[in-house]
């Protein structure tokens, strides 16, 4: 199967709603000390994420309202232009600026829900883990990593590295590293792969229509791709194994 093709929901129809779980980031987070710091640094803009999503689902009335209101928050701490950027390539510099608008929007949806689905296959079903908070490298005053782990429905740790920038007043996510594999990486190689076989029209075409309703995760891994196989190569497609 080639990337973006064959959409359908990733969310089968005997799949249990626990809790108000859209699993998500939100059921997630127990903080680590302070929230004191919110909006000031790029760990405390995290925490101010964490601590309002934890706020969405206790407060949520269903499942839908939950995720789709974490959604909107997820979206909204992503620095979707830079992603898109990142993942495009050389590309990027062949659009004009109004396709880099169109570009950046759709892609904006498809990382964020990648971010959400990948963090929420790992997550226990059955009780809300704990994100630790390790810390934060500053790079100058517009680039920054922010350190977390998360206890996995394994008992193992899951690490997640957001890389941010700050393109305005405020930090934003460029990226997400998770147990050492980027999302933005991935998304670029397959990416290049789509476009040598294929046009820059159906690449958008296709993050599009995984943007607006996403399709199965990835259970097959490439051997040449690098990745260990317990995690998925791009969350939201089916990328079947792939000869470059």
Known sequence: MRPFENPGSARGPGTPARGLAIGTVLAVILLSPSLSSAGVSPRGELEDFFGRATAIRSEAT??????????????????GRTAARGALGREWDHRT???RDEFARAFTGVLERAYLDMVQARLPRDRPPAIRVLGEDVFGDR?????TKVRTRDGGDLQLDYKMSRPGKAWLIRDVV???????????AQFARVLRR???????????TVAATGVEKSVAVS????LRPDIPVLAPVSWAAQTP
Do not use: C, H, M
């Not at 294929?198 to 075409?205: A, D, P, T």
């Not at 051997?223 to 690098?226: D, E, I, K, L």
């Open 97 to 99: 600026g109004a396709e």
């Open 62 to 79: 269903s499942e839908k309202q939950a995720r789709d209101a974490v959604r909107v928050l997820t979206r909204a701490l992503f620095d």
């Open 198 to 208: 294929s046009s820059y029209v159906e690449l958008l075409e296709r993050v599009r």
């Open 143 to 147: 680039v920054a990593v922010v350190r």
């Open 178 to 188: 998770i147990d050492g594999v980027s999302l933005v990486e991935n998304y670029r």
């Open 223 to 226: 051997p040449r791709s690098g």
